[in-house]
């Protein structure tokens, strides 16, 4: 849900540039402080917390992932890793820092859902204060208590996602998260603050569409000094950009589906062919099956046709629907090969080894069925 929040505060006189400061109580507050003193008034806590916040939750509970001694991602010759000569992956704005260390994020993920996180984040915060790292500028900018504090009153779950996007493609998602972290003993929210010459930028939109709509999060945008027509205007464009993103990325999404499915489809149709080639008759259908399955690919699994003929449904081979993951794969039937070629006696005491053999349609299949019936033909001598 993103609502939003609308007040009225004097400019202070004393200005600073590119910063405009509001006078309250005969006190001077930047924009996020005001927006701090309001909710305060409210009976929330808040924590101007911006990106640097989660860049520093992130940091602590995946500390030996970042710094994992990956090859090529750090330099022995340079000392410790991290340290002030490099206080950062060299991968860490790649998309090939997540793919490196997937295994590893996805064990430490596990061993956060069994934990408790705010112990877990008081020791790494003793362990690892003040060493030199890239994404914790200021050590000091929070204090223990304000990093932990809200993390006892998230959802675990919640949480877990929001580290897991930052992890996944951080030189894209590692800004635009909202300004303020407001909370009471039971409730938490986020409020992105907007004084009066400020907009919302794409990538905050996506992030509120983010959270709001797929963690279920509270988004409050706290305008200062908005008329109710600029207001409604400002409402308008960011529904409109949400849209837009929401729109963008199910768009990319199609595409990428599209892109794999036109791969299957050619990879299964040289299949067919390669079969052809090597005079295989029989093909079976190979579903990958798990919670994901759709019925149609479920009920052709282990489906066996006729080389250029149809599986049950006319498939003549997969995708059998836009999420297929299914191939097929060549069956040499141990009895024909036997009666088509002379098998060594050494062979026969093996059990022919090709009693029943299903291979994988690629070439390097095709090729080893081809050793294979030479193998049987005794044309490789002295084996």
């Known amino acids: 849900m993103i609502v939003y929040r609308n007040v009225n505060y004097s400019k202070a006189e004393t200005q600073e540039k590119g910063r405009i400061k509001y006078l309250i109580d005969n006190n001077e507050y930047y924009v996020e402080e005001a927006a701090i003193l309001e909710y305060k008034k409210l009976g929330y806590n808040a924590l101007w917390s911006e990106n640097y916040y989660w860049w520093e939750i992130m940091v602590l509970l995946f500390w030996d992932i970042i ?28 998309l090939e820092f997540y793919q490196r260390r997937e295994k590893i994020i ?5 061993e956060l859902y069994e ?7 008081i020791k790494s915060h003793k362990c690892h204060y003040d060493t030199r790292c890239r994404l914790i500028e200021k050590w000091e ?11 006892r009153i998230c959802d675990k779950n919640k949480l877990i996602e929001i580290l897991k996007k930052l992890l996944f493609d951080f030189k894209n998602n590692r800004s635009g998260l909202p300004d303020l972290i407001i909370h009471s003993d039971k409730e938490l929210f ?16 996506s992030w509120h569409n983010y959270l709001s709509q797929e963690l279920g999060f509270k988004i409050e945008i706290f305008l200062i000094n908005y008329s109710d027509k600029k207001a409604d205007i400002l409402k308008n464009n960011n529904r409109k950009e ?24 050619v990879a299964n149709k040289k299949n067919v062919q390669a079969y052809k080639k090597a005079g295989i008759k029989k093909m079976e259908w190979l579903a990958a099956i798990d919670d994901t399955t759709c019925p149609i690919c479920a009920a052709l699994n282990g489906k066996i046709a006729d080389v250029g003929g149809e599986f049950p449904g006319g498939f003549k081979h997969p995708p059998a629907c836009s999420s297929c993951r299914c191939t097929t794969v060549a069956v040499v039937e141990h009895d024909k090969i036997c009666e088509e070629v002379k098998v060594k006696p050494e ?12 291979f994988s349609a ?11 019936l030479l193998y049987c033909s005794g044309i490789f001598k002295g084996l």
């Open 67 to 94: 710094y994992a001694k990956i090859d090529g991602v750090w330099s022995p010759e340079f000392g410790d890793f991290p340290s002030a000569l490099q206080d950062m992956p060299r991968d860490l704005f790649t």
């Open 347 to 358: 062979v026969k005491k093996m059990g022919c080894m090709t009693m029943f053999i299903v």
């Open 362 to 372: 690629s070439f390097a299949g095709i090729v080893f069925i081809i050793i294979v």
């Open 106 to 110: 996805e064990n430490r993920i596990k």
């Open 141 to 151: 900018k929070f204090t223990i208590e304000e990093l932990i504090t809200p993390i």
């Open 190 to 205: 986020f409020s992105e603050v907007k004084s009066e010459n400020d907009k919302v930028s794409e990538k905050q939109i």
């Open 115 to 121: 934990i408790d996180i705010v112990n877990e984040l």
């Open 242 to 265: 949400g849209k837009h993103i929401s729109e963008d990325k199910i768009m990319r999404k199609k595409r990428l589906v599209e892109k794999q499915q036109q791969e299957l489809l």
